[in-house]
């Protein structure tokens, strides 16, 4: 199922929130419910979660009436988390070496 999902996203979601400087990510697949995050611009926009009910869920549903829902994923990625840490840490090196 994640290969069809992936595929709906690529044709008719992600070409939509480019629009937007945007894109979508799944985060998890399990007992049918779809579990995404927006990334972008649209990650941090007041409409994201109209955008998730409105068009990535219908869409979603249209081609894949298995999915019984979609839901956004709110927060800080743990991935983003490292990042910031890295960036941190060589700051701090960085700024030690000075």
Known sequence: MQKEIEKVLDLYVRPRLLEHEGGVQ?????NHILKVRL?????????????????????????LPG???????????????????????????SESVS
């Open 39 to 63: 990334t972008g611009r649209c990650s941090g926009c007041p409409s994201a979660s109209l955008t998730t009910e409105e068009m990535i869920k219908e869409i979603v549903q249209e081609h």
């Open 26 to 30: 799944v985060t998890e697949y399990q």
């Open 67 to 93: 999915v019984q829902d979609v839901i956004l994923v709110t927060g800080v990625s743990d991935d983003l988390i490292t990042q910031a840490r890295s960036v941190w840490q060589q700051r701090k090196k």
